[in-house]
């Protein structure tokens, strides 16, 4: 279980905190009464953190940096390949 404080707190007892975290507590530093940060050992941290995606969700991170008129001209531009395809048809997306 962690202990919520404040910003200002946190800042007057940092390196108290710093040697309770160590010793294995948690703490969440709230702003305004919302949480922001939490303050845990640097094993907690690394167990918190997800798994890498994989395939296709790979790629959300990436597409994240371009603008929606990128995407669509790429979506248009893959399309239109698509089309001109000999292979096989087409699909119809209505």
């Known amino acids: 279980m962690s202990e919520t404080i404040g910003v ?6 940092f390196s108290e905190l710093l040697d309770r975290v160590r010793g294995g507590e948690r703490f969440v530093i709230a702003r ?12 907690d941290a690394a167990a ?4 890498r995606p994989l395939g296709f969700l790979s790629l959300a991170g990436l597409l ?9 001209a790429m979506v248009h531009d893959i399309y239109a390949s698509r089309r001109r395809a000999k292979d096989r048809p087409a699909p119809d997306l209505g």
Request: proline residues 10%; negative net charge.
């Open 8 to 13: 200002a707190e946190a800042k007057r007892r």
């Open 32 to 43: 305004r009464g919302r949480a922001e940060v939490a303050l845990v050992p640097p094993g």
């Open 64 to 72: 994240s940096d371009w603008d929606d008129g990128e995407i669509e």
């Open 48 to 51: 918190d953190r997800p798994e």
